[in-house]
């Protein structure tokens, strides 16, 4: 396993950062996206620019609208306004199925695997309509060295962590260019979640590109190269995590106005022991 | 040794009561779709069968390589249409728009053919053969064929699903639709291959039933549907292997319960699904009996 050091940050992150600008164009692009469940508004003119080779990191709280937003770029949801742009092209009529063949990747909350199925056809089923690319089956084998020796086990019968592995891995064998993360930590030991994100930039070095959500601040400041914090389906902070200070990550993901919506670095202090927004929300 | 004929004759009946009931499972298996028109449509392919061997000429038994096509088709439109559209405003619904496509198929087949009974291959040996083991069983070809029909179709069913690219995918869709759609399937077209399959099963047994007894408009809810349904709870929901035990099951109660009284037939069928509904209403294969 990898120390926290080595997993964000890397000479990926930080190129796709300075790529970001007025000249290059986003690989994915969301504007002004509104989504509601039945009455309740749970995303209001939400909008992000993901540029190829970022990781792009949206937090926020329970029901901050986070999972609806990936699930709605996925296609599962149906906006009520807005557009989602992939490679230039409008996506938001398209179906869920079209965007996964067009090269949207999705690893959904709770891993939603196919539990009568073996760990291998479950990477089988990723790989019916797959894109050319680098990712194999044998590629992911060899990414997670457990899975190979239990491949013909039914996947109802694996920990959390070998089932969110699987659910990493049946997305990767369809070879997205983008690769939407939702909620990897949920449920997990803060030890294989770890483990879990030291793979990014094995994942990333292929040329992915990825749009997490996540709860765990922390981690997602760890590997993101730029931020976005929501809060009750609007967007309260964005930015890359190097111009952030922590009172602005907190005040955005709690909502607390006045003093810490515009504070800066001094008052950073008092809220902020290195223990996460997650763990005190909880 | 009228209790062993009862009993193989139960056993065999029982392939032909797998046959009804394997559609009515893998419907329910894969989209969750109660279908109370499966008995109609089996009469419906008994029917088409009909139209075929009056036309064609052809005998009763190889009916069934035009008639199996036409109804897989028939299955994969109507699955893509109305029962989908039933599936997009929720499972109730589908109970509500196969049982009204039940009524309207059971009308129609009155209103424009009539309410007569008929027959398959009437006169032709193998519908009416049979050899004796003694003195007192006799076995009839057409019954111990259907039992090797189902068994194949069973053995067929099991093999797709397991090992091809499709029956992969029609477990992944029966799983997890959502994340289905998230590898690229379109579950719609998924479920149209499960329902055309489903049909062509619909349509041997509307074929098997055609020969081996009478048919008229209302048979599909009064014969088919019912023995579909007992065999189906009987074996455990969403078995394949267990349509067959509960059609073997089913059929052997049948016959015992005729050994006593000849009235009494139909009702020791029903005990006996009553009876495993008390005591295991999961099924007698409980394996892969929840989703």
């Given at each position: 396993m990898k120390g926290d050091g080595e997993v964000g940050g890397g000479p990926e992150a930080s190129g796709a950062s300075r790529a970001r600008g007025e000249q290059s164009t986003p690989l994915l692009e969301v504007r002004d996206l509104t989504v509601h469940h039945g009455q309740l508004?749970?995303?209001?003119?939400v909008s992000l620019r993901v540029f190829p080779g970022e990781v792009y990191a949206i937090i926020g709280a329970n029901g901050a609208g986070k999972s609806t937003l990936l699930r709605t770029i996925a296609g599962l949801h149906q906006p009520t306004g807005g557009a989602i742009l992939y490679d230039g092209k409008?996506?938001?009529?398209?179906?869920p199925e079209r965007r996964a063949t067009a090269g949207i990747g999705m690893v959904p909350e709770g891993r939603r695997?196919?539990?009568?199925?073996t760990v291998e056809e479950n990477l089988q089923v990723g790989a019916t309509y797959a894109r050319k690319g680098p990712w194999t089956i044998e590629h992911v084998y060899e990414l997670f060295g457990w899975m190979r020796e239990r491949r013909?086990?039914?996947?109802?019968?694996?920990?959390g962590g070998e089932q969110q592995s699987v659910a990493i891995g049946r997305a990767l064998v369809a070879n997205p260019r983008v690769l939407l993360l939702d909620e990897?930590?949920?449920?997990?030991?803060p030890v294989v979640v770890q483990r879990i994100y030291a793979m990014l930039p094995q994942i990333l070095a292929t040329g992915l590109t990825v749009l997490l959500v996540e709860q765990d601040v922390s981690q997602a400041l760890r590997v993101a190269s730029h931020i976005q914090c929501l809060l009750e389906g609007h967007t309260t902070l964005e930015g890359r995590p190097s111009e952030v200070t922590a009172a602005q990550v907190e005040a955005a993901y709690f909502g607390l106005?006045?003093?810490?919506?515009?504070?800066?670095?001094?008052?950073?202090d008092t809220l902020w022991h290195g223990s996460t927004p997650s763990s005190r929300a909880s | 040794m009228a209790w062993v004929n009862a009993i193989i004759q139960g056993i065999l009946t029982g392939g032909l009561y797998a046959l009804f009931a394997c559609g009515l499972s893998l419907m329910f298996g894969v989209m969750?779709?109660?279908?109370?028109a499966h008995g109609d449509l089996a009469v419906i392919g008994a029917y088409v069968a009909l139209g075929v061997i009056t036309v064609t000429h052809i005998p009763a038994l190889w009916s069934f390589v035009i008639v199996v096509p036409i109804m897989a088709l028939l299955g994969y439109v109507l699955q893509r249409t109305l029962i989908q559209a039933a599936l997009d405003r929720g499972v109730l619904i589908t109970l509500l728009v196969t049982f009204g496509l039940s009524v309207v198929i059971e009308s129609g087949l009155l209103q424009f053919i009539n309410a007569d009974s008929h027959s398959l291959g009437v006169g032709e040996s193998i519908v009416t053969g049979s050899f004796s083991i003694g003195s007192q069983i006799q076995i009839a070809y057409l019954l111990l064929l259907i039992f090797a029909v189902a068994v194949v179709v069973l053995l067929g069913l099991q093999y797709f699903l397991s090992v091809s690219r499709y029956g992969r995918m029609i477990r992944a869709v029966a799983d997890d639709q959502e994340a289905a759609q998230l590898s690229g399937i379109d579950y719609r077209h998924v479920f149209g291959i499960a329902a055309a399959i489903a049909f062509g099963t619909v349509a041997l047994a509307g074929i098997a039933y055609g020969m081996y007894s009478q048919f008229s408009p209302t048979t599909g809810t009064d014969t088919i549907l019912l023995f579909a349904f007992a065999a189906v709870v009987i074996g455990g929901l969403g078995s394949l292997w267990g349509t067959l035990l509960g059609g073997i099951v089913l059929g052997v109660a049948q016959q015992i319960g005729a050994q006593i009284n000849q009235s009494n037939q139909f009702l020791a069928g029903y005990l006996v699904f009553l009876l495993v509904l008390a005591v295991r209403p999961q099924g007698l294969t409980a394996r892969r009996a929840q989703s």
């Open positions: 508004r749970a995303l209001d003119r409008n996506m938001t009529k398209v179906r695997l196919f539990g009568s199925l013909t086990q039914r996947t109802a019968q694996l920990s990897l930590s949920l449920g997990l030991a106005t006045g003093a810490a919506a515009g504070s800066s670095g001094e008052e950073s | 969750k779709v109660v279908n109370l």
